[in-house]
């Protein structure tokens, strides 16, 4: 059994609902771990009222982070379903943007998530904004666009609880040189957080080929666009440089349609998708954009899971 203890979790989900507001909060006043920092005696009033202001459309526990290899730390489908609505989604997307005095790269650099070394390694604004979103959002609100592989569940941190539950063969992050379509035609958690994680390099490549018994596989880092150069992401989650400004609203109306356009999409099961999105770049070593703890975390776990197996 792997164990992998990251920090908090998504224990109970309580819908705090005030009475003139949904469920909410407002950065400054959820100090859980995924919460960027405000710099302290930072005199900059327009990315402080960027950062303290807009009500995040959330659950306050959405900044939390999940416990993989504890059930009591890992969320229920139910806890899921509460948190992981497009409301959320789009409010997320909002804020990060900050307002029209402190926005985009100015914003960025505020909360201490863009500088000099992600600018030489290619960084845009947009692809700092994607990693914010999938460490608070999608690490947690992934949904699997097949039939479920791994304990029958649609979401695939759920799914990813399992392999480690069973040690199952099916990793969400790792491709084989032996059988390269199990994952890029079939195992779309691990192939949609190679999109979203674009231009990095997120996927690992065990080459497994000529692998004799007691011998370590040759391991890999890299992008979906190299490991399935002729898939199609169009039923993909759309990465944030895809986002248009219309598409960033808060407007629970507006909102719902598109939770229901999006559970639609959710239910089709697709195999394939396109390789419009944004070609990989190099990933320097000094990089320090901040990487989710989970998926640094998990994709060590299958790692060790994956070489484990190979070797027996």
């Known amino acids: 059994m792997v164990f992998i203890k990251v920090s908090a979790l998504l224990a109970l989900l309580p819908l705090l609902v005030a009475a003139d507001e949904g469920p909410g909060f407002t950065m400054d006043m959820n100090p859980a771990p995924l919460t960027p920092p405000m710099p302290s005696g930072s005199k900059n009033q327009a990315c402080i009222k960027a950062y303290k202001e807009p009500h995040v459309e959330c659950i306050p526990e959405i900044m939390q982070v999940i416990t993989l290899g504890d059930p009591k730390g890992v969320p229920t489908a139910e806890q899921l379903e509460d948190a992981c609505t497009s409301t959320c989604l789009n409010s997320l997307r909002k804020w990060i943007r900050g307002n029209s005095e402190c926005g ?36 947690k609100c992934l949904v699997d666009l097949n039939k479920p592989r791994n304990g029958g569940s649609k979401w695939c941190i759920l799914q990813w609880e399992q392999i480690i539950a069973t040690e199952s063969s099916h990793y969400p992050d790792v491709i084989t040189t032996s059988d390269p379509d199990d994952f890029c035609k079939a195992q779309t958690c691990g192939a949609q957080f190679g999109y979203l994680s674009a231009p990095k390099k997120k996927i690992r490549k065990l080459d497994d080929k000529n692998l004799k018994a007691g011998q370590e596989p040759k391991i890999d880092m890299v992008s979906l666009k190299e ?19 219309a598409e960033i609203v808060s407007n629970l109306a507006v909102s719902e349609k598109s939770e229901s356009d999006d559970k639609a999409t959710s239910d089709k099961s697709t195999s394939e998708s396109s390789s419009k999105s944004t070609a990989a770049k190099t990933e320097s070593a000094a990089s320090t954009v901040h990487v989710g703890s989970f998926q640094a975390g998990f994709a060590f776990s299958a790692l060790l899971i994956a070489v484990g197996a190979l070797t027996l």
């Open 104 to 139: 985009g790269d100015e914003f960025l650099k505020f909360l201490g998530l863009s500088n000099s070394t992600t600018k030489a390694d290619g960084y845009k604004a947009s692809d700092l904004q994607q990693f914010f979103i999938n460490e608070v959002y999608w690490e």
């Open 227 to 245: 490991a399935c150069p002729k898939i199609n992401t169009t039923a993909f989650p759309k990465r944030e440089e895809k986002v248009t400004d």
